[in-house]
C-alpha cells in the first residue's frame, strides 16, 4: 500500500524585528548616559527607588524622575547609606555610587566624592580598615543595607572603578560580585564606561600599571533573603529560612 503523502508544516515565522537599536554593554560616554538606558533595561515605570548616595544628582540628568517614586538621600544630608531609616523590603530599586577609591590628601580622586573627606573611617585608631579595604567595607556594609530594604527581586545598581592600591591589582568590580553573592544578589549585568579624556597623573617616575580610564555600573537583582537587621545596632545578621 502507497503511503501517505504528508504536507509539511509551514515553519512558524519568529516574534519581534531585526534591529542594532539596543542596549549595549560598554559605552564611551558620561554617567548620566548609561545610567537611564539602565534604568529603561531593568526598572520598571512607578517604582519605588532609593538613590542613597544621591549628591548633586548627576545620574538623574537624563530621567524623568516624575516615571519614578524616588527617594534621594547623602551622608551629607544625615543619611548614612550604611544605616538607613527605611524598613525592611520596601524598595524596588537602590542606587550605590559612594566614594570608590581612596584619596591620599584627597586630590587622587578630584572627579568624585572623597573617600577621607566623606566616610571618616580610614583610620586605624577607630579600628577600622585601611585604604582599599576601607573602600570594600564602606561597599559591603552599604550593601546589606540594600539587602535589607530592598524586596525580593529588586535591583540594586552599583557604581564602581578598579584600583591599584600599594602596587597592586584591586579588581573592585570582581570582588563586589563576589562578596554580594553572600547577601542575596545575583549579577545580571556589568556596563563599562570609558572617559572621553585621558587621565592623567601629577609626578610618575615609571608607569607600573595601565592607568584606569573606565569604570563600571553593575547591576544585581535580589534573589533571596539572607540578610535583616533585627536589632537597633544592625550588628545581627540571620539566614531567613
Same mark, same amino acid.
Given at each position: 500500500?502507497?503511503?501517505?503523502?504528508?504536507?509539511?508544516?509551514?515553519?512558524?515565522?519568529?516574534?519581534?524585528?531585526?534591529?542594532?537599536?539596543?542596549?549595549?554593554?560598554?559605552?564611551?560616554?558620561?554617567?548620566?548616559?548609561?545610567? $537611564?538606558?539602565?534604568?529603561?533595561? @531593568?526598572? $520598571? $515605570?512607578? !517604582?519605588?527607588?532609593?538613590?542613597?548616595?544621591?549628591?548633586?544628582?548627576?545620574?538623574?540628568?537624563?530621567?524623568?524622575?516624575?516615571?519614578?517614586?524616588?527617594?534621594? !538621600?547623602?551622608?551629607?544630608?544625615?543619611?548614612?547609606?550604611?544605616?538607613?531609616?527605611?524598613?525592611?523590603?520596601? @524598595?524596588?530599586?537602590?542606587?550605590?555610587?559612594? #566614594?570608590?577609591?581612596? !584619596? #591620599?590628601?584627597?586630590?587622587?580622586?578630584?572627579?568624585?566624592?572623597?573617600?577621607?573627606?566623606?566616610?571618616?573611617?580610614? !583610620?586605624?585608631?577607630?579600628?577600622?580598615?585601611? @585604604?582599599?579595604?576601607?573602600?570594600?567595607?564602606?561597599?559591603?556594609?552599604?550593601?546589606?543595607?540594600? $539587602?535589607?530594604?530592598?524586596?525580593?527581586?529588586?535591583?540594586? %545598581?552599583?557604581?564602581?572603578?578598579?584600583?591599584?592600591?600599594?602596587?597592586?591589582?584591586?579588581?573592585?568590580?570582581?570582588?563586589?560580585?563576589?562578596?554580594?553573592?553572600?547577601?542575596?544578589?545575583?549579577?545580571?549585568?556589568?556596563?563599562?564606561? %570609558?572617559?572621553?579624556?585621558?587621565?592623567?597623573?601629577?609626578?610618575?617616575?615609571?608607569?607600573?600599571?595601565?592607568?584606569?580610564?573606565?569604570?563600571?555600573?553593575?547591576?544585581?537583582?535580589?534573589?533571596?533573603?539572607?540578610?535583616?537587621?533585627?536589632?537597633?545596632?544592625?550588628?545581627?545578621?540571620?539566614?531567613?529560612?
Amino acid at each position: 500500500m502507497e503511503g501517505k503523502k504528508m504536507t509539511p508544516k509551514k515553519r512558524k515565522s519568529p516574534n519581534g524585528i531585526a534591529t542594532n537599536d539596543l542596549v549595549f554593554s560598554a559605552y564611551t560616554a558620561n554617567n548620566a548616559d548609561v545610567f $537611564s538606558l539602565i534604568l529603561d533595561l @531593568y526598572v $520598571s $515605570s512607578g !517604582s519605588k527607588i532609593a538613590d542613597v548616595t544621591y549628591g548633586q544628582g548627576a545620574f538623574w540628568k537624563n530621567v524623568d524622575k516624575n516615571k519614578f517614586e524616588l527617594y534621594p !538621600s547623602d551622608l551629607k544630608n544625615g543619611i548614612d547609606c550604611r544605616k538607613l531609616p527605611y524598613e525592611n523590603e520596601t @524598595y524596588d530599586c537602590i542606587v550605590l555610587d559612594p #566614594p570608590y577609591m581612596h !584619596s #591620599p590628601g584627597g586630590t587622587a580622586h578630584v572627579n568624585h566624592q572623597n573617600f577621607e573627606n566623606y566616610y571618616q573611617n580610614n !583610620s586605624i585608631k577607630n579600628e577600622e580598615k585601611k @585604604y582599599h579595604e576601607a573602600v570594600l567595607d564602606l561597599y559591603f556594609k552599604a550593601t546589606k543595607e540594600a $539587602s535589607r530594604v530592598l524586596k525580593l527581586k529588586g535591583i540594586f %545598581i552599583v557604581k564602581c572603578q578598579d584600583e591599584v592600591c600599594a602596587n597592586k591589582q584591586r579588581l573592585t568590580h570582581v570582588e563586589l560580585i563576589n562578596e554580594f553573592q553572600k547577601y542575596g544578589f545575583r549579577c545580571e549585568d556589568l556596563f563599562i564606561i %570609558i572617559r572621553n579624556n585621558k587621565p592623567g597623573v601629577s609626578r610618575i617616575l615609571k608607569q607600573r600599571h595601565a592607568r584606569k580610564n573606565h569604570s563600571y555600573f553593575l547591576v544585581f537583582r535580589k534573589i533571596e533573603n539572607v540578610i535583616r537587621s533585627v536589632l537597633p545596632s544592625r550588628e545581627k545578621i540571620l539566614r531567613i529560612v
